[in-house]
């Protein structure tokens, strides 16, 4: 199935969004406003969730749109990387969720991973700053950057939190089922050049 309708309402939310945030006459705030409900009717529909379910989520935002971001903690030891089971899905991915008003990414990194696995980590090293819909993930409504972050571990055991079923360390070879919703095989690769190379710049897009 194309997916290609979701980035056509987000880019006509988007516009509209912009739209009221700049304008004062009237008659264009008039037509900002259908624009918005278009957007909305078009993600109601295709997605069969209903309009005001639609509204709160995906239409609630005033002023200019930017993209969301979503930060994760990378966790190297003895050749393998830090993964976390979702409650939300019983699949893994690396520790992380939305950025948190108030705190940098690499707050954000490490108050995730203590959260999700249990151990309290120092962030050391930007990886990563992928474009979501660049990457083979699931569709949402948000257009979404995802920033990892290599982080060293200071002290704990790994236990699961109250986002998780449970916690371990895996090789590039043993890798768990991914919740593509949040991590996908070519990121995970990625991330594992770093662990064969200490030297790898940082990529992007």
């Known amino acids: 199935m194309s997916y290609q309708w979701i980035e056509y309402a987000r880019r006509v939310q988007a516009l509209a969004q912009i739209g009221l945030a700049n304008c004062n006459n009237p008659y264009d705030i008039e037509r900002y406003e259908e624009l918005r409900d278009i957007s909305v009717k078009l993600m109601a529909t295709y997605s069969d969730t209903e309009i005001e379910t639609v509204r709160e989520l995906f239409a609630r935002e005033t002023g200019y749109q930017t993209p969301k971001t979503v930060v994760r903690s990378v966790v190297f030891k003895d050749g393998k990387v830090l993964m976390v089971q979702e409650k939300a899905d019983y699949k893994w991915a690396l520790p992380g969720g939305w950025s948190d008003i108030g705190y ?102």
Not at 106 to 130: D, M, Q, S
Not at 163 to 174: I, L, Q
């Open 104 to 205: 940098t990414p690499g707050e954000v990194a490490a108050k995730e991973t203590f959260e999700e696995a249990g151990i309290k980590v120092k962030p050391v090293k930007l990886l990563a700053v992928f474009d979501r819909s660049k990457h083979p993930h699931l569709p949402t409504s948000s257009h979404v950057y995802n920033i990892f972050i290599q982080c060293e571990m200071v002290e704990g055991e790994i236990k699961p939190g109250l986002e998780t079923n449970d916690v371990g360390f895996f090789d590039r070879n043993s890798l768990p089922t991914l919740s593509t919703a949040r991590i996908t095989e070519d990121e995970m690769e990625i991330i594992f050049q770093f662990l064969d190379d200490e030297n790898k710049a940082a990529v992007f897009d």
